[in-house]
């Protein structure tokens, strides 16, 4: 018996018809995945006026974590700029810190935003906390270098798609719990927020192909996890199981109708408010999994994106008519 889903969005419909889709991943589809060509960074900086710069700060075990730094070229500006940290997706088994640069870097051309990209090591060869370690370690060196960088540290916004949604969720946490360094908001596109994959969503895309299936979730979970068991598992990896999501910052979550991630996404946000914290929530209708990474041209993604951009100008810009 078929598992009845939403529709697909018509356009997104037609578009994804095009796309090769898998059911399930493996070491070996892993591993040649990998091969793949990464995101190039350089078109997307060609018809921007940006300074860049490659830095490595080191991880709690002192392995060297990259960093991309993208500010705005102009000199013009007045005072500090706000700041967008950005984790990638990519199930935390694939991806480099360019994957869906191209989301962040609307944010430098909007606000002036300084985009900081984070090389987190991936699963299976990093497991447990280790990917949310390195995150949280480039976002303190990001917050203790804020005046050189131009930066102001009262408006550093965490952001990731996916399993970097997921990853901004753990760093969030982790900075409350510790104290430092504050965080003005969080941006958490289709986070990958809980491992136990047991909602309804997540067993309505099981079973057949798509761009991120249940059995490739248990995947990617499987390869940070190990054999962990569900008692051993942290929050900070999988933010779901966090008991108390209190003193959270402000906090913008979007899914699609149509993907494994829109019920742990929306009980996130539920679970947010109840502890009476704000989270702006959106669950777009007909939406599959990083429907607006794959396809920003379609009217949804644009609508989608525009969404979380003029969310973004409510925070970084109080006293702006944006």
């Not at 300074?51 to 709690?60: G, I, L, S």
Request: net charge negative.
């Amino acid at each position: 018996m078929t598992t009845p889903r939403p529709a697909l969005d018509p356009e997104l419909c037609e578009l994804l018809a095009d796309m090769p889709l898998m059911s399930q991943l493996s070491p070996e589809v892993l591993a040649q995945l990998r091969q793949l060509p990464s995101t190039p960074v350089e078109p997307l900086l060609a018809h921007r006026q940006v300074d860049r710069r490659e830095v490595t700060v080191p991880a709690k075990d002192g392995v060297p974590i990259p960093l991309s730094v993208f500010s705005p070229a102009n000199t013009d500006r007045t005072g500090a700029a706000p700041c967008v940290y950005w984790m990638h997706g990519g199930g935390m088994v694939m991806g480099d810190r360019f994957s869906q640069i191209d989301i962040p870097l609307e944010w430098l051309d909007e606000f002036g935003a300084v985009v900081v990209s984070v090389d987190y090591r991936l699963a299976p060869e990093a497991t447990g906390t280790a990917l949310v370690d390195d995150c949280y370690q480039g976002l303190l060196w990001v917050a203790e270098h804020a005046a050189e960088l131009g930066i102001d540290p009262s408006r550093i916004v965490v952001a990731g798609a996916s399993a970097g949604g997921g990853l901004a969720a753990g760093v969030t946490l982790l900075a409350r719990d510790l104290g430092t360094p504050a965080i003005a908001a969080q941006m958490l596109i289709c986070p990958m927020l809980d491992h136990r994959n047991t909602s309804t969503s997540s067993r309505q895309y099981s079973g057949g192909p798509g761009v991120w299936t249940r059995e490739m979730n248990e995947f990617g979970w499987r390869a940070v996890l190990g054999d962990l068991t569900d008692q051993e598992v942290p929050a900070y990896v999988s933010p779901a199981l966090a008991d108390d999501l209190s003193g959270l910052p402000t906090t913008y979550i979007d899914t699609g109708s149509a993907e494994v991630f829109r019920d742990e996404d929306t009980d996130y946000a539920t679970r947010i408010w109840a502890a009476g914290g704000q989270t702006e929530l959106h669950v777009w209708a007909g939406g599959f999994h990083g429907f607006d990474t794959l396809y920003p041209q379609a009217r949804i993604s644009a609508t989608a994106r525009r969404t979380r951009t003029a969310w973004l100008a409510r925070i970084l810009l109080p006293d702006s008519a944006a």
